[in-house]
């Protein structure tokens, strides 16, 4: 006979687990779902285009976020188009007749040179794509950001209901250009919902709520095309402003195309009359760690840390109750009992021992009489005495008396519990002695 766990043992540990295991099967779906979001969140903010990436919006980028399909086709309809890398010479070239200056990222504009967009000669337009609150607020435009969506739509130019007075919308008609939407006054024309704004002036200032009707990946979709081309074209030559990289701050005193004079600027410039800003410091600089890896790099960092954490869950999880296992070594069962014994008699455990044993004879003996187990004692020793034909005092006494005090009186004991459960409760391999 060889030691295994009993079975109460493993009753128990399987009941101990159960609650565990509930618990790991809702930490793991729900763990799936976070991941599956934060992952979804990390492909958007990769799949969208950052202003700042080299090439977004350039007339000679080829690849998605760039531009040369919307150059080539303004081209095509013969409008002059000329690309600057420099906010200066662009503001020159532009200068010097009406034009159509197109600043695709305006938030690499140093904040104290964004005034010096709205200098152009009269009749000019400016584009402006995607400007946040502090570009508007340094333009000085009547017109503040008013919501954004999560992706751009591709909506009519009455979206909201009310007519659009641009035509270059009108005739482009539904154009995915619905993602970041601006509110102004009545004076200004406002078209697809709010996603593309004009505010009127002696600088035409144009707001488009988003890049996708001028990259190449989207300008073949509805009327991207046609809306791009006639924002940016018509009867002014264009100049495309292709920062690569954020402008710096003024050091001296900016390029202006109208001389210095002490008059106020004429009404309906886009500038207000106030006095020259004071200087600013430069804002602060970005923690250079960041840039020195692409995007993806960390969305894949991120994603990676998130399957770690999934991992360190799942095998820190039990994966059931502990099962009985055969013991290397076989131990026969009567090296076990003498063993045991040895230990209690040195112990002294006189007291231990007769627990044991009544313990063990009282489960034989309930069992075997169909007793509830919460029977009271004198029930019982009085039913186990009417079987045999005993005294119940004198049952009571060997089921439920004193400790024994003497080896004697434990030996005589053990035996007297042997006899009474041979004569009721036999094992199947002892025989039925009555």
């Avoid at 900016?254 to 001389?259: E, G, K, N, Q, R």
Wanted: with cysteine; aromatic share 4%.
């Amino acid at each position: 006979m060889t030691a295994t766990v009993g079975p109460e043992t493993v009753t128990t540990a399987a009941v101990t687990s159960a609650p565990r295991r509930r618990r790991y099967r809702l930490l793991v779906p729900l763990g799936l779902a976070v991941l599956l979001i934060v992952a979804t969140l990390v492909l958007h903010a990769i799949d969208r285009p950052d202003a700042d990436e080299p090439g977004f919006l350039s007339p000679v980028a080829t690849d998605d976020d760039g531009a040369s399909r919307l150059a080539e086709a303004l081209r095509t309809q013969g409008v002059p188009v000329r690309r600057e890398t420099d906010l200066t010479a662009a503001l020159r070239t532009a200068g010097a007749e009406p034009s159509t200056l197109f600043v695709p990222a305006p938030a690499l504009v140093h904040p104290d040179r964004l005034d010096e967009l709205t200098t152009l000669p009269p009749g000019s337009r400016l584009v402006l794509v995607e400007p946040s609150r502090r570009v508007l607020a340094e333009l000085d435009t009547p017109v503040v950001p008013a919501g954004g969506r999560w992706a751009a739509r591709a909506v009519p130019p009455d979206a909201d209901g009310t007519p659009c007075r641009l035509a270059e919308a009108v005739r482009a008609g539904t154009a995915a250009i619905d993602l970041q939407r601006y509110d102004g006054p009545a004076e200004v024309d406002d078209c697809y919902g709010g996603a593309l704004l004009r505010v009127p002036g002696r600088v035409e200032v144009v707001l488009a709520g988003a890049s996708d009707p001028f990259r190449n990946d989207r300008i073949g979709e509805w009327g991207n095309e046609a809306l791009a081309t006639g924002l940016l074209g018509g009867g002014r030559p264009l100049v495309w402003l292709d920062l690569p990289e954020p402008v710096a701050a003024p050091t001296g005193p900016s390029w202006s195309p109208d001389p210095v004079t002490d008059q106020p600027a004429p009404a309906g410039t886009g500038r207000s009359e106030r006095p020259d800003p004071p200087d600013r410091a430069d804002p602060p600089r970005e923690n250079p760690l960041w840039g020195a890896f692409p995007l993806w790099f960390w969305a894949l960092l991120v994603q990676l840390a998130l399957a770690g954490l999934l991992v360190v869950l799942w095998r820190a999880r039990r994966l059931g109750p502990p099962v009985s296992e055969p013991l290397p070594v076989t131990v026969r069962s009567a090296e076990t009992v003498r063993g045991r014994a040895r230990l209690y008699r040195r112990a002294g455990a006189r007291d231990t021992v007769a627990a044991t044993l009544r313990a063990a004879a009282l489960d034989r003996l309930v069992t075997r009489l169909n007793l509830p187990p919460d029977t009271p004692d004198d029930e019982v020793a009085a039913r186990v005495a009417e079987r045999v034909g005993a005294d119940p005092e004198r049952m009571a006494d060997l089921l439920y008396g004193p400790a024994p005090e003497k080896d004697r009186e434990l030996l005589e004991l053990a035996r007297d519990l042997d006899a009474l459960t041979r004569t009721l409760a036999p094992h199947p391999s002892e025989g039925d002695t009555r």
